[in-house]
């Protein structure tokens, strides 16, 4: 526990966690699925969470405070976000694997130098830093620009989903976005570099060269930042989990962490 930690301690929130479990237990670690910035669990719970359990995995999803079904927090910081994943995933039954969306990669990453996780999955991660407040200027300025001045971060259907995604899912999943809280934009927007995971774990990279978020750069950069090269899905959108073909990267990351040595 670090000192200032103990010294100001991050305030409690009532956090809202979705689950579904395997029929059959074979013992694999449970998954604990972290959104990004606006979406709750319930981007996970739309189709991934029950795929997970079919393949034999735990399944869980937590929404962040001031997200989702969670307690409204309008000046949540990134280390309150932090918090929340590790608190939840200590309360799981076993050594958890964190996986990561959007921005929800970047709070993955900073839970993972005070939770000894099993594993890591980034997926189309949003690390921060100038390069992330300047791609996501060029792509979507109008939806940008509030939120470096404390606004709302909008962001539209084609940064998020395939072109082949149904326009009526697109709008329902538009409808249920909400917002982060305004300090941690702008700590998104700071870019500070998280500590070294506990334990050093495998982490898996997973992107979308044609995310209209995430520039394939900066997937590059998220993978060898722990020794690896992303794994790649074209024609899909930011949200891989929630575009038509949301099956084949969660295929993908569930058979490498079954192939991973000593992880299954």
Same mark, same amino acid.
């Given at each position: 526990?670090?000192?200032?930690?103990?010294?100001h301690?991050?305030?409690?929130?009532?956090?809202?966690?979705?689950?579904?479990?395997?029929?059959?237990?074979e013992?694999?670690?449970?998954?604990?699925?972290?959104?990004g910035?606006g979406?709750?669990?319930?981007?996970?719970?739309?189709?991934?969470?029950?795929y997970?359990?079919s393949?034999?995995?735990?399944?869980?999803?937590?929404?962040?405070?001031g997200?989702?079904?969670?307690?409204?927090?309008?000046g949540?910081?990134?280390?309150?976000?932090?918090?929340?994943?590790?608190?939840? =995933? +200590?309360g /799981?039954?076993?050594q958890?694997v964190?996986?990561?969306?959007? $921005? *929800? %990669?970047?709070?993955?990453?900073?839970? @993972?130098?005070?939770?000894?996780?099993r =594993? +890591?999955? /980034?997926?189309?991660?949003?690390?921060?830093?100038?390069?992330? $407040? *300047? %791609?996501?200027?060029?792509?979507?300025? @109008?939806?940008t620009l509030?939120a470096?001045?404390?606004g709302?971060?909008?962001?539209?259907?084609?940064?998020?989903?395939?072109?082949?995604?149904p326009?009526?899912?697109?709008?329902?999943?538009?409808?249920?976005?909400?917002?982060?809280g305004w300090r941690?934009?702008w700590?998104?927007?700071?870019?500070?570099?998280?500590?070294?995971?506990?334990?050093?774990?495998p982490?898996l990279?997973?992107?979308?060269?044609?995310?209209?978020?995430?520039?394939?750069?900066a997937?590059?950069?998220?993978a060898?930042?722990y020794?690896?090269?992303?794994?790649?899905?074209?024609?899909?959108?930011?949200d891989?989990?929630?575009?038509?073909?949301?099956?084949?990267?969660?295929?993908?990351?569930?058979?490498?962490?079954?192939?991973?040595?000593?992880?299954?």
């Amino acid at each position: 526990m670090r000192g200032r930690e103990w010294a100001h301690p991050v305030r409690p929130a009532r956090r809202e966690v979705l689950g579904v479990d395997p029929e059959l237990e074979e013992g694999r670690p449970p998954l604990l699925f972290v959104p990004g910035f606006g979406h709750g669990a319930w981007a996970f719970a739309e189709h991934w969470l029950e795929y997970a359990a079919s393949r034999g995995f735990p399944a869980y999803a937590m929404s962040l405070r001031g997200h989702g079904g969670s307690e409204p927090a309008p000046g949540a910081t990134l280390r309150a976000y932090t918090h929340d994943v590790v608190q939840v =995933a +200590a309360g /799981l039954p076993r050594q958890a694997v964190l996986v990561g969306h959007g $921005a *929800g %990669a970047l709070v993955v990453s900073h839970a @993972l130098a005070r939770y000894p996780a099993r =594993a +890591a999955v /980034l997926v189309a991660p949003v690390l921060g830093g100038a390069a992330t $407040a *300047g %791609a996501a200027l060029r792509a979507n300025p @109008l939806g940008t620009l509030p939120a470096l001045f404390g606004g709302a971060l909008r962001l539209h259907r084609r940064q998020l989903f395939s072109r082949e995604l149904p326009e009526a899912d697109a709008r329902r999943h538009l409808a249920r976005l909400g917002r982060a809280g305004w300090r941690a934009q702008w700590q998104l927007l700071a870019g500070r570099p998280a500590e070294p995971a506990v334990g050093r774990p495998p982490v898996l990279v997973l992107g979308s060269p044609d995310d209209r978020v995430v520039p394939p750069t900066a997937l590059t950069r998220a993978a060898r930042r722990y020794g690896a090269a992303p794994l790649l899905f074209p024609g899909m959108g930011h949200d891989l989990m929630l575009d038509t073909r949301w099956q084949e990267p969660l295929d993908a990351l569930l058979d490498w962490l079954a192939k991973e040595p000593g992880r299954s």
